[in-house]
């Protein structure tokens, strides 16, 4: 069960950060459910790395956590964009 609830979270998140980096037209479900996993994960990496009192590692819902998720999302759009996997609109 908890696989399906990180594929459906992933899929908001993705789907939500491809909304905020204006590449919702050009991502897909498949696409919004990568990179809101990856995304995620990257996010409280980076927020455990050099942000340890922010970061929560209880594994429990917070807002706190879904907006690192979400930014970790963004950032990782930005480097799709970057290396030129999605396009600028």
Known sequence: MGL???IVVGAVIGWLASIIAR???Q???LWNIVVGV???ALG???AQRFFASVASS???FSIRSLLISIGGAVLL???LRTIGILKHD
């Open 44 to 46: 409280h990496w980076i």
């Open 27 to 29: 991502m897909g479900c």
């Open 4 to 6: 399906i609830i990180n």
């Open 23 to 25: 590449t919702n037209n």
């Open 77 to 79: 759009i930005l480097i």
């Open 38 to 40: 990856l995304g995620a």
């Open 58 to 60: 209880t594994g429990a």
